[in-house]
């Protein structure tokens, strides 16, 4: 077998991500002419499975309650065995980075992580990602089958709808019991209602903000305005201004939105590790050398102080206009 | 509670960008003048580790470190940070082994020096970032593994446990033997030695072994192969916004901006 498999860990919904799993899923299936199968483990809501099947030729449900390491991972292993794929693709949430190497190890393969391109060279599975904390690309050949990779899935392009959806099957699975971990508590932060990494838009702040207070006054009010979401820089989440599960970069998320604007940011290796798949990056700087502007698309050399109250009510006006 | 910290020495991540090579025939990156550091995740799992010895008594404290020669370095730093032992297994073959070899090193390593309660790693490393080592480590020694924590206690001959989701964060309960992976949090900023320790830290003990010592030997068949590294040249140029006035500037930039979300 020569399939194709995508898994979802405890979704929530079919959201951006998990389609541009579904579509890197889809174009590999067709380079190896396999089929694309989607494991749904532990849905959280009804109908993301029919949702999946959309898009994908078989879609297998396997229902533990929520997500649990040890037992969410004896469930992938036997799942997976069954179907023998050559890869195995998940997305960049906390649950899948968990699973991949072990899931690896446990199949007998390989695992990379933080894939951004999966390529076949000379029948051998190759994928690249970042090293070096972003200042280098390595591009990874897979020696072992199968491949299970996580994937930075939001920068993919989404699959495509089949004209007929694929199968949905319910499987029922004798996992034995494993409590020596046991998830007791999930706490989610207010603030990242949806996650950072699903954002279209994110206002970004750095060490340059000075403290809490402009990030509450002056920075979240423009998210607003924008519909977008607040993140931040290592030095801002260490200093404490805000929340560590902001913190974008090498250490922190890794994100793809459409519009990526860096305030107060200069722009060291390790931040841009987080943004290099973002479609468009735009920078308020008091520093024209910064480094965050040779990644621009356009930006303004000027105190954010006096930018962002301004730049609230042009853009206030704009969006007035047009209605 | 017998505690491991596996300890990974690397080139200093800090060094900007315009100073950093490869070495496109080999797959590495280049020395240069750069130092060479221990990973910081490293250094917040020995602080977590330090931190739980101070709370709860009777702990004993580990590091481990597969690598070059000069790995003894990091794992000096560590004693003179406190810990109370250390272990090198020095790396006379692969510059730069895949996930696997190194999880099935330290797992041989660990085998050796004796059984742990917890084995604690950090969540990635500065320079290849592979984010593998806790997980192939758990199934190695058979244990389970717990990723991304921040905080750990004793709890009822168990531990208990608070680590970083994407979301938020998750409280997690579990029994020992077990393996986590540790990432950085307010709490566990790594202490900086003394320098008196630092100098201590030269006169005591170490393990050192060989992969011959541990009877190591590579599999045939390789996990996985870099087959090129190089530097992304992805300059953009960057449009500056133009006006005579901060006012048309500012402008001109909310025109662009409103372009780029109008399109979504």
């Known amino acids: ?323 | 509670m017998n505690i491991l910290v596996c300890i990974k020495q690397i080139l200093d991540p800090e060094i900007p960008a315009r100073e950093f090579r490869v070495d496109a025939a080999k797959h590495e990156a280049e020395r240069g003048n750069a130092n060479l550091v221990t990973n910081i995740f490293c250094e917040n799992a020995l602080e977590t580790a330090l931190q739980f010895r101070e709370a709860f008594s009777d702990t004993k404290i580990t590091v481990l470190s597969f690598g070059a020669a000069t790995a003894e370095d990091s794992l000096r730093k560590a004693l003179a940070m406190k810990a109370d032992a250390a272990a090198l297994v020095i790396n006379d073959k692969t510059s730069n082994p895949d996930p696997l070899t190194v999880a099935q090193v330290l797992a041989a390593a660990i085998r050796k020096l004796g059984s742990f309660d917890l084995i604690m790693v950090g969540r990635e490393a500065g320079d290849w970032g592979a984010g593998q080592t806790a997980g192939l480590l758990a199934e190695e020694l058979r244990m389970p593994c717990v990723s991304f924590v921040d905080r750990l206690e004793p709890m009822n001959g168990g531990l208990r446990m608070n680590r970083q989701t994407d979301s938020g964060c998750e409280v997690l309960e579990a029994q020992t033997p077990l393996v986590v992976s540790i990432t950085n949090d307010e709490h566990n900023v790594p202490r900086i030695p003394k320098v008196r320790d630092v100098m201590m830290s030269y006169r005591q003990p170490m393990t050192q072994w060989t992969l011959a010592d541990l009877g190591y030997e590579s599999e045939e068949d390789k996990y996985y192969e870099i087959v090129d590294l190089s530097i992304p040249r992805k300059e953009s140029r960057c449009e500056f916004v133009t006006g005579d006035t901060l006012d048309e500037r500012v402008e001109s930039l909310a025109k662009r901006i409103t372009e780029v979300t109008s399109a979504l």
């Not at chain 1, 989404?158 to 319910?170: I, K, M």
């Not at chain 1, 977008?228 to 902001?246: F, K, M, N």
């Open chain 1, 1 to 323: 077998m020569n399939d194709v498999v995508i898994c979802l860990l405890n979704p929530t919904s079919f959201d951006r991500a998990a389609q541009g799993l579904a579509g890197a899923g889809r174009r590999l299936a067709e380079e190896l002419n396999a089929q694309l199968t989607a494991i749904v483990l532990s849905p959280q809501v009804p109908g993301i499975a029919r949702e999946v099947a959309e898009v994908v030729d078989k879609v297998i449900v396997v229902d533990q309650g929520e997500y649990q390491p040890e037992p969410a991972l004896s469930a992938l292993t036997e799942t997976c065995s069954q179907q023998s794929p050559a890869a195995v693709l998940f997305g960049n949430d906390t649950y899948s980075q968990e699973v991949t190497p072990r899931l690896a190890y446990r199949l007998g393969g390989a695992a990379v992580g933080d894939v951004v391109e999966v390529t076949i060279h000379e029948q051998a599975l190759r994928v690249s990602r970042q090293v070096y904390g972003g200042k280098a690309q390595a591009t990874i050949e897979l020696k072992r089958t199968p491949a299970v990779l996580w994937t930075r899935s939001r920068s993919f392009v989404p699959a495509n709808r089949l004209s007929e959806p694929g199968s949905v099957t319910e499987l029922s699975l004798e996992i034995p019991i494993d409590t020596r971990t046991r998830i007791v508590e999930r706490k989610r932060e207010s603030q990242s209602e949806q996650r950072l990494e699903e954002a279209r838009v994110i206002v970004s702040g750095g060490r340059g903000i000075g403290g809490p207070e402009p990030f509450n006054d002056e920075l979240k009010p423009l998210a607003e305005l924008l519909g977008a979401q607040l993140a931040a820089s290592r030095a801002a989440c260490d200093a404490g201004w805000v929340p560590p599960t902001l913190q974008v970069g090498q250490t922190g998320k890794k994100v793809t939105p459409d519009l990526y604007l860096a305030i107060a940011i200069t722009g060291a290796s390790q931040h841009m590790a987080g943004i290099s798949e973002a479609k468009n990056i735009a920078a308020i700087n008091t520093d024209p050398d910064a480094p965050i502007f040779k990644h621009c698309r356009f930006g303004i050399v000027e105190d954010y102080r006096k930018v962002v109250p301004l730049l609230r009510q042009k853009l206030q006006a704009l969006q007035n206009s047009q209605r």
